[in-house]
């Protein structure tokens, strides 16, 4: 904290002995947990206000004046889609709330329906219409109905909605579609189209949002599903200006006396301090990376978490030295924490595998490996006539070596073709390597062809970071 | 018992671990603290992961309601992962009253977040899902570990957080999408050296001075850590070893100050060890039944012949006759190329002198070159080459009566031969030899043949 004036610096030593203190402080951590960790939405939207009102009067049109409203919602992760969302459906409850103080002879028990899908979940049809009858709060037994065409089992369950209510009209029904391009996935895609057609008729005053990252998702939708969507697309970007992200972390960061309780000193220098933290060059440097590679603000909070947790009654603010140990872990190459205490053998077995490739193999299996390794170990051994204190290891052990690179996925069997079936296999993750082959045509292990997950830059790397290496095979590894 | 306690009592337990356990019992806080969605737990085999989350569970949560330990190789499908975990925050056993039912029946994702919902509904604390070996959740269906990892956001607000321990890293477990945010990593080293010696001490036998040990336990990890890294292996071999090791000062054949001497008594085993034990080729049971039996006797010589005996590969292939042929035949078969079967085999001809010839001339660039067929693995055959090399190699005529095909069945069923053309095909059937050179090498010894002469481009 070195921007702080004297005066300032005084009121701080007397809160820090002050008693009541933790409430405050125990207070400001769970506020900002809540939002670091995604449980509370921020308090201010920075530089999202433009998508926020569109979202809002649509919904409010939907529900105050019975319109039929569709929109898609697009814009990359983590810019703040669902916190859009989020945020206009509190501020339309709110709206609503007060209505219904002012007019509470209309006995109804609530004035809308809010119902979410979302692609992860929901991943059929008939898995998707149930939920909905649950989120309308619809007891009837399903089964029967399920049986016929969605569109005629999801105006059904409409119908109870419309008989449920004493009135003709039915409640406004607001449907928030997560992840729309998956549930366009659906075969038929008969949700989407009976939604669509439904918001269009306009007899059923419905909402259709749906979010999504991808911006081609136009191209998903089928003619007569597309024919009836109202081509309403709000783009949300992600932060625009440094300084706009940089105010993101603030925003999370900061405490309000008034929300969260707290005294309004405590707040005061709290908020200052962050503002501190937030301008040093280490920190902001950091947060230029984060904007620069990829504006990623999840990235940006969760670099906080790790100092929020810490604060206790001996540290009342948030530490520097608990935001540079985060952004420190943050910054580490996972794979080659991994790589920097494997054992000799090992490494060993990548730098055959990193000369393998530069003679220009792209596939290899373990024989080959081995091979290259033996090879260069008797030409050693020639020259040094009897090894120095390297010792060649047999085969076995040598694959049991190998097998422990499998394990960690550094090593992964190479595609059947060079392109493989759309990369699926690289994302299943699937790993027989190790596993017994279920057809007998399957080679033995030693010769199923592998490929290294390393690039040779990354073999030397390892090399020079390792001090235990021996010379000789530091020089192995650089040839 | 207050975080600080646990801190000190978990530290106290696993050494070496303070970092990862300071990181992780910050990030859970007190029980009604906000936690993230997600925590990932990464790092090499036998480092402590499993072992160091499952105790601080146990005392962080001593009811036991809060958390769910699932093991995804034992839950297999994601139905049982579901019900296993429902069970565990429920407090819900199993058991003959309610006729092994689960809590609740959970099909779906769908399902299972509603069911969330109704139990966690009016609870404060947070509620862990920890899932062991996760890099297998990969493997069923793409959405399954994206929904986990947002469980916070799909029940809407619910208090869960997923914890996923594995080896891989993250970067191997991001969906193709990128549905799921980037999780809190807490990653756990390979322990140093001091650490490892440091955890190997408390394996030290009642009634043993703990600094000879430690010395002994620094000889081991000298030997070993060059090949080795694994905690457990280096456990596994101190376990085995130091009764070797220890002995002759039991025996009056040196005393415990005599260091070298010992180390030199037990030279043997350790090069026994390295090998045989600790690839798992002889059983615990079989070693210690063995060096009892070397070390009954204190002859010196005797001790190295039976630590030869046991480091000696001893192979069950116990063929018949002609059947041992036959797989050599195979070996030949898919190892050689083709096209030299007619200098190799044919008769008449003296094999070694044609060989020299043709092969010299023919291919002198090519041999040992990266792709010979010994690196690439056996390569396929029609099993009437493999006959026609087998009539050729044995050298007295067949006896009409031995029934070849018979015998080639059963090595296809002993998978030493494996079958690749389709299954219905009656001719023209095709087959790879699975098996080693070392073991075709002891094979021909038994029925003295001499393999390396018909062996092509091997090195």
Redesign the interface.
């Known amino acids: 904290m070195p921007a702080r004036r004297k005066t300032l610096s005084q009121t701080h030593m007397q809160m820090d002995v002050d008693v009541d203190n933790s409430v405050d402080i125990s207070r400001a951590?769970?506020a900002i947990?809540?939002r670091l960790?995604?449980?509370a939405p921020l308090p201010a939207l920075v530089g999202l206000d433009g998508p926020l009102d569109s979202v809002y009067s649509l919904l409010n049109r939907t529900v105050s004046s019975a319109e039929g409203n569709t929109a898609l919602l697009i814009g990359p992760?983590?810019s703040g889609k669902?916190t859009i969302v989020q945020r206009s459906l509190d501020m339309l409850k709110q709206k609503h709330d007060t209505d219904t103080d002012i007019d509470v002879d209309s006995s109804s028990v609530s004035k809308y329906h809010i119902v979410?899908l979302?692609g992860?979940?929901?991943?059929n049809d008939k898995?998707a219409l149930?939920?909905i009858a649950?989120q309308l709060l619809i007891k009837q037994d399903l089964e029967n109905i399920l049986i016929g065409s969605f569109a005629d089992a999801f105006t059904y369950i409409l119908n109870l909605m419309r008989s449920s209510d004493d009135e003709k009209s039915m409640p406004p029904v607001l449907f928030i579609l997560e992840?729309f391009d998956?549930l366009a996935q659906h075969p038929k895609q008969s949700l989407l189209y009976t939604l669509f057609d439904i918001a269009q008729s306009q007899q059923t005053p419905i909402a259709v949002l749906g979010i999504t990252?991808r911006i081609d998702v136009m191209d998903l939708l089928e003619k007569r599903v597309k024919s009836r969507f109202s081509h309403r697309q709000i783009h949300v970007s992600n932060a625009k200006a440094l300084e706009d992200f940089v105010d993101i972390a603030r925003v999370a960061l900061s405490i309000d006396d008034n929300e969260h309780r707290v005294t309004n000193a405590f707040a005061e220098s709290f908020n200052r301090n962050v503002s501190a933290i937030l301008t040093t060059d280490f920190v902001a440097s950091f947060i230029s990376d984060i904007f620069d590679f990829g504006k990623d603000a999840?990235?940006l909070l969760?670099t906080f978490?790790?100092a929020a947790?810490?604060l206790s009654n001996e540290h009342p603010y948030l530490q520097l030295a608990h935001v540079k140990t985060a952004i420190a872990?943050e910054t580490?190459s996972?794979?080659m924490?991994?790589l920097?205490?494997?054992?000799?053998?090992?490494v060993c077995l990548i730098i055959s595998m990193k000369s393998?490739v530069q003679?220009g193999?792209s596939k290899y299996?373990f024989?080959?490996i081995y091979?290259e390794y033996k090879t260069f170990m008797s030409r050693h051994m020639l020259a040094t006539a009897g090894g120095g204190a390297m010792?060649v290891?047999?085969k076995?052990?040598a694959l049991?070596?190998f097998e422990?690179l499998v394990?960690?996925?550094i090593v992964r069997p190479a595609l059947s073709s060079a392109l493989g079936s759309d990369?699926s296999a690289g994302?299943?993750?699937?790993?027989d390597l190790l596993a017994g082959s279920t057809q007998?045509?399957?080679?033995?292990k030693?010769?199923r062809m592998v490929q290294m997950m390393l690039e040779p830059g990354q073999v030397l790397d390892l090399v020079a970071k390792r001090f235990d290496i021996p010379a000789v095979i530091r020089r192995w590894a650089q040839q | 018992m207050s975080l600080l306690e646990l801190t000190a009592q978990l530290s106290e337990k696993f050494p070496g671990r303070d970092y990862q356990i300071d990181?992780l019992l910050?990030?859970l806080?007190e029980p009604d603290?906000?936690?993230?969605?997600a925590i990932f737990v990464?790092?090499?085999?036998a480092t402590g992961k499993t072992s160091v989350i499952r105790t601080l569970f146990e005392n962080y949560d001593p009811i036991g309601t809060n958390y769910a330990y699932i093991n995804s190789v034992e839950c297999f499908t994601s139905r049982l992962l579901f019900e296993r975990a429902l069970n565990a925050w429920t407090g819900h056993i199993p058991s003959v009253e309610n006729k092994f039912s689960n809590y609740a029946r959970c099909d779906?994702?769908?399902d299972f977040?509603?069911v969330i919902r109704g139990v966690l509904d009016g609870r404060k604390e947070t509620h862990y899902l920890v899932i062991d070996q996760a890099?297998r959740l990969?493997?069923r269906g793409?959405?399954l570990l994206?929904?986990l990892m947002?469980m916070?956001?799909?029940t809407?607000?619910c208090?869960v957080t997923v914890v996923l321990i594995t080896?891989?890293?993250?970067?191997?477990?991001r969906?193709?999408?990128?549905?799921a945010?980037?999780p809190?990593?807490v990653?756990f080293?390979?322990y140093t050296k001091q650490q490892m010696l440091d955890i190997l001490v408390k394996d030290c036998p009642v009634g043993e001075p703990e600094s000879f040990f430690l010395t002994f336990v620094e000889a081991i990890y000298e030997v070993f850590?060059?090949?080795?890294?694994?905690l457990n292996e280096l456990r596994h071999l101190v376990a085995m070893l130091y009764p070797k090791f220890v002995q002759p000062v039991f025996e009056n054949q040196a005393t415990r100050s005599e260091f070298s001497r010992l180390f030199k008594l037990c030279q043997p085993y350790f090069a026994a060890a390295?090998?045989r034990l600790?690839?798992r080729?002889i059983s615990t049971s079989e070693w210690q039944k063995y060096s009892t039996v070397a070390s009954a006797k204190n002859n010196p010589e005797d001790v190295t012949l039976k630590i030869y005996q046991m480091a000696e590969n001893s192979d069950g292939l116990d063929l018949p006759y002609y059947t041992k042929f036959l797989l050599i035949a195979a070996y030949l078969a898919s190892y050689n190329p083709s096209r030299l079967d007619v200098q190799y085999f044919a008769r008449g001809k003296d094999p070694s002198k044609s060989r020299k010839k043709r092969a010299v001339t023919n291919s002198e660039n090519c041999l040992g070159g990266?792709d010979r067929q010994?690196?690439?693995?056996?390569k396929a055959f029609a099993i009437e080459r493999m006959l026609a090399i087998f009539y050729s190699i044995i050298a007295e005529p067949v006896d009409s009566s031995v029934d070849v095909q018979i015998q080639i069945a059963s090595l296809i069923t002993l998978?030493l031969l494996?079958?690749?053309s389709a299954g219905d095909r009656l001719d023209g059937i095709k087959c790879?030899c699975?098996v080693?050179l070392e073991t075709i090498r002891s094979i021909s010894r038994t029925v003295r043949l001499e393999i390396d002469r018909f062996l092509y481009d091997f090195?």
């Open positions: 951590k769970k947990l809540n960790n995604g449980h992760r983590g669902s979410r979302s992860f979940v929901h991943t898995i149930r939920d649950r992840e998956l990252a999840r990235l969760r978490v790790y947790n810490k872990r580490a996972a794979k924490q991994i920097e205490s494997i054992s000799l053998l090992e393998l003679s193999s299996n024989e080959m091979n010792k290891y047999k076995p052990v049991k070596a422990t394990e960690l996925e990369g994302t299943s993750g699937r790993n007998g045509s399957r080679a033995p030693e010769y | 990181q910050t990030m806080g603290e906000p936690t993230p969605p990464y790092g090499p085999s779906n994702l769908v977040v509603n890099e990969r493997d793409s959405m994206t929904s947002r916070q956001e799909l809407g607000g208090n080896n891989v890293v993250w970067d191997k477990f969906p193709r999408h990128g549905g945010a980037d809190q990593c990653f080293s390979f850590h060059r090949n080795c890294a694994d390295s090998e600790y690839l080729e990266r010994q690196l690439l693995g056996p998978r494996t079958k690749t790879k699975n080693s090195a």
